[in-house]
């Protein structure tokens, strides 16, 4: 990744904290366009008959991009489908992907110009046809759930064999990221019969690095080389086994005892194991993970804005970190880690730990003696004691509940979806590359990821559309400043912790890196 990583940085594209404007966009892409895949380093000729072997953390919801929902679901996603823009891994600064170029030719018009030569799985030409069909099916399709990220759409037209033209209802800068995303993820209008309302739930057919092959329910998902790849060179093995293991423990024997190749998201508390173990490597990082208790804001005491500032600064986020991340994290006051160029100092100003005035809160609304909540969450021992700590902190102001668990997909569907089972799901938004996604999926009101349907409070969407409105990226963060606010000030969820990246490899293991997102990619990863 050096080489690439200090192209990028002769582009600007690397600099921390740069003011993304406009034409910036079409000059990273314009000078990525003669040396390739630009973030996205080639690799020596790969081996043949190799096979790479990754512990996975969670069973996937979907093997369509459009329609799957649970964050997890993109470590699977990337290996088989390849996105029209990407991002560096320390950054998360786009780069090119299947679209070589972009430029805002004005504020609400945005012109992708594509790779040449690619073709998708199944032998169909990846062409402007190809993007208009799939932009359409994500932003119109009835069983689509990334509809809220292309919502500024207003038109898409081929206007060219290998340009995309994109019209927007208004300005919206944050477009190129979130088009790096599930959004962005190209699937074969053939293998979809060219019918936007079918999917590809259980086959997936993409333009990615990998062919799929098979996936079997909360056991494995393999797939195998695909030789029309058009990044040379990659995949770095011929082979992918992703082998279902929630419990992370089980993971990381895996690994050290050689069944697997890696494995990632682990526990923070296994850190310091992997330190001490020989033959074993440590791949560590910040994320924008975030640890949080979603609130279904329509259910009995939630709905009041002061029950949910209680529940908000009753939780001692630095004691939490120790509990159940060894220290390994840092308190969430938001949904951006520190770090971040738009984490908000305001924000965090309402995000803290203060007993007295949580009760203070309960008695003005009324609850003075508590009240209890129904929760989901997963089975798997991390997220039990998580679940521990939670419940002992809250009891301090009188609230009490039970958990009722289960496999990942299966919990958030039940909580998102039609059932609404549960009032609040200790689980984690894993993240998206620009925070204007992040907040948008998880408050605007006909969001997925906002299980009570509820309207956002008064100055959301106008700060919302704020932060799409500029690519200064000062003026940007302005605008996030006046969002993360509303949102924390009003608790429409309870931030917990941020999740720092630990993912284990055996010593033979090189190409796997950690990046900002917490996501990995696996393409350029290669063992032996």
């Known amino acids: 990744m050096d080489d690439t990583r200090n192209k990028l940085k002769t582009e600007g594209l690397l600099a921390h904290l740069p003011p993304l404007r406009r034409r910036q966009f079409l000059a990273g892409a314009a000078a990525a366009a003669g040396v390739g895949a630009l973030g996205l380093p080639r690799m020596a000729a790969a081996q043949t008959g190799n096979t790479l072997r990754i512990s996975s953390y969670t069973n996937p919801s979907s093997m369509d991009p459009a329609i799957g929902g649970n964050g997890g679901d993109h470590v699977y996603l990337w290996n088989f489908y390849d996105p029209l823009i990407e991002w560096d891994f320390q950054t998360l600064a786009p780069v090119p992907g299947l679209a070589k170029a972009w430029e805002f030719t004005d504020p609400q018009t945005l012109v992708l110009t594509l790779q040449e030569g690619v073709t998708f799985h199944d032998g169909t030409p990846f062409n402007a046809e190809a993007v208009v069909f799939n932009l359409e099916r994500n932003r119109g399709a009835e069983t689509s759930n990334v509809k809220p990220d292309l919502a500024t759409i207003e038109s898409t037209e081929a206007t060219g064999e290998l340009e995309v033209t994109i019209r927007l209802n208004k300005p919206d800068t944050a477009l190129p990221l979130i088009l790096s995303d599930r959004a962005g993820m190209m699937v074969s209008p053939t293998a979809l019969g060219n019918d936007p309302e079918a999917n590809v739930n259980r086959n997936a057919v993409g333009a990615g690095p990998w062919k799929f092959v098979s996936w079997t329910d909360h056991d494995k998902v393999e797939g195998t080389r695909y030789e029309g790849y058009w990044r040379e060179g990659l995949p770095a093995m011929d082979n992918l086994v992703m082998t279902i293991t929630p419990e992370r423990a089980t993971a990381m024997r895996a690994v050290q005892s050689g069944q697997?190749?890696?494995?990632?998201?682990?526990?923070?508390?296994?850190?310091?194991?992997?330190?001490?173990?020989?033959?074993?490597?440590?791949?560590?990082?910040?994320?924008?993970?975030?640890?949080?208790?979603?609130?279904?804001?329509?259910?009995?005491?939630?709905?009041?804005?002061r029950v949910r500032q209680a529940l908000q600064l009753a939780i001692d986020r630095e004691a939490y970190v120790q509990a159940t991340q060894a220290g390994v994290g840092e308190p969430a006051r938001m949904f951006l880690p520190q770090a971040h160029w738009a984490y908000s100092q305001a924000a965090a100003e309402h995000v803290y730990f203060d007993l007295d005035r949580a009760k203070a809160l309960m008695k003005e609304a009324g609850v003075e003696s508590g009240f209890e909540i129904d929760f989901v969450s997963y089975t798997d021992q991390a997220f039990v004691q998580r679940q521990e700590v939670v419940l002992e902190q809250l009891s301090k102001i009188g609230v009490t509940g039970t958990f009722r668990n289960g496999p990942v997909p299966d919990i958030v569907s039940r909580f998102m979806g039609a059932e609404k089972s549960g009032d609040s799901m200790l689980s984690a938004w894993t993240g998206r590359p620009d925070p204007?996604?992040?907040?948008?999926?998880?408050?605007?009101?006909?969001?997925?990821?906002?299980?009570?349907?509820?309207?956002?409070?008064?100055?959301?969407?106008?700060?919302?559309?704020?932060?799409?409105?500029?690519?200064?990226?000062?003026?940007?963060?302005?605008?996030?400043?006046?969002?993360?606010?509303?949102?924390?000030?009003?608790?429409?969820?309870?931030?917990?912790?941020?999740?720092?990246?630990?993912?284990?490899?055996?010593?033979?293991?090189?190409?796997?890196?950690?990046?900002?997102?917490?996501?990995?990619?696996?393409?350029?990863?290669?063992?032996?």
């Open 436 to 528: 204007t996604q992040s907040y948008d999926l998880l408050f605007s009101e006909n969001s997925f990821y906002n299980p009570g349907r509820t309207p956002p409070p008064e100055g959301f969407d106008e700060a919302l559309a704020e932060t799409r409105a500029t690519s200064v990226q000062e003026e940007r963060k302005a605008a996030f400043d006046k969002l993360q606010t509303i949102v924390m000030r009003e608790a429409l969820a309870i931030t917990l912790s941020v999740r720092y990246e630990v993912n284990v490899a055996t010593d033979k293991v090189s190409g796997f890196e950690p990046n900002l997102l917490g996501k990995p990619k696996f393409r350029d990863v290669k063992v032996g």
């Open 260 to 305: 697997s190749d890696l494995a990632y998201s682990l526990a923070e508390t296994q850190k310091t194991l992997i330190e001490r173990l020989p033959n074993l490597k440590l791949v560590e990082g910040p994320t924008v993970y975030i640890y949080q208790l979603y609130l279904n804001r329509s259910r009995g005491p939630l709905q009041d804005a």
